[in-house]
């Protein structure tokens, strides 16, 4: 039987090996992808993406859960609430369990 310290150090051997090949992988597929893009004269913009591998700032995704609606709650940490249909954030659940009137919250 193995000790611990004996397991240990052949999973990190083996961690290490996989990791060698998980690169040599990767890079077999980038040169594969390359040559594929170089013989149908793919661009990166044609993926949608551009050189430095970033997206355009414009095609950026809108913060989720992010309201449009203006606040019209502030709490006592400064959190912003709309007052919209929906979950209601913890604060003012604690606010409303304290007995305080949310309209002493009003902006």
């Not at 149908?40 to 950026?60: H, V, Y």
Request: proline share 6%; hydrophobic share 40%.
């Amino acid at each position: 039987m193995s000790s611990y310290s004996e397991l240990v150090a052949q999973a990190q051997a083996l961690m290490a090996q996989a990791e060698q090949v998980r690169k040599q992988e990767l890079a077999n597929a980038i040169a594969d992808i390359k040559a594929k893009m170089k013989e149908f004269g793919i661009t990166l913009e044609d993926l949608g993406g551009t050189a430095a591998g970033r997206r355009p700032a414009a095609s950026k995704p809108a913060a989720a859960g992010k309201s449009k609606t203006p606040a019209k709650y502030r709490g006592p940490n400064g959190e912003l609430w709309s007052g919209g249909p929906g979950r209601k954030p913890d604060w003012v659940k604690a606010v409303l369990a304290a007995g305080q009137d949310l309209e002493s919250f009003r902006i």
